[in-house]
């Protein structure tokens, strides 16, 4: 099973709501990744948690909160978004970070998110 | 100089031709390289890892020139499905790095 799948496909939220993206995957892998990609740009790297564990945070505002439950799960929960929060949110996981280079990274479909 | 840096493009190539893409990157100490495609609103799919030594997989060759701080992507024998955009990322010093990728559209 090679497969990172996300949840919701869509995803249309206002600035008050409180919402999650919720991404899985069962490769066995240890590091898993959110990107935030507007129209064409590249994805921007937002979180790494490695072992389970929050190891890189990109300065991103706080109404955006990971969470790792175990291994295979990855969640973003969204409050207050503004509407330049919309954008297509990506997880991605690889078998780890490592310390010789980075693994390469499989990434899910994607969670295309409106906020109005 | 931007840490990576791809042409936009559009590419636009004839099928059958080959296309080359280069990528620069500033960090001298980046450790690991890859190039991914990305279609059409769909996710980055990765493409292929690129080694020391270079490689192939198919009609796509990948290398890493570190002493001009640059890799490279070419296809050859260009298909219709190869339209896409290629994205390459370097990654070190716990940073992962995308180029904003070129755009390559293969002509009928």
């Known amino acids: 099973d090679t497969e990172v799948t996300q949840t919701p496909k869509h995803l249309v939220m206002g600035m008050t709501n409180k919402k999650s993206l919720k991404c899985e995957q069962h490769?066995?892998?240890?590091?898993m990744y959110w990107y935030k990609q507007k129209a064409k740009k590249p994805p921007e790297l937002m979180f790494v948690?490695?072992?389970?564990?929050?190891?890189i945070n990109e300065s991103v505002p706080s109404r955006f909160s990971p969470e790792c439950p175990n291994s295979s799960l990855l969640n973003l929960h969204l409050h207050a978004l503004q509407p330049e929060d919309s954008a297509l949110y990506l997880c991605?996981?690889?078998?780890?970070?490592?310390?010789?280079?980075?693994?390469?990274?499989?990434f899910g479909p994607g969670t295309r998110l409106t906020v109005l | 100089r931007k840490e990576v840096e791809q042409d936009p493009g559009p590419f636009n190539v004839p099928e059958g031709a080959t296309v080359a893409f280069n990528c620069t990157y500033s960090?001298?100490?980046?450790?690991?390289f890859f190039w991914y495609r990305q279609d059409c609103r769909k996710e980055p799919k990765l493409l292929m890892s690129v080694y020391s030594s270079g490689n192939e997989d198919g009609r796509f060759t990948a290398q890493l020139n570190r002493a001009s701080q640059y890799i490279s992507l070419l296809i050859r024998d260009s298909k219709l499905s190869d339209s896409a955009t290629y994205l390459c990322?370097?990654?070190?010093?716990?940073?992962?790095?995308f180029g904003k990728g070129t755009r390559l559209h293969i002509l009928p």
């Open positions: 948690y490695s072992y389970e564990k929050l190891s």
């Open positions: 490769m066995g892998h240890r590091a």
């Open positions: 990322v370097v990654n070190g010093d716990d940073k992962i790095i």
């Open positions: 960090n001298s100490a980046s450790q690991s």
């Open positions: 991605a996981s690889s078998q780890e970070t490592g310390v010789a280079g980075w693994n390469e990274q499989f």
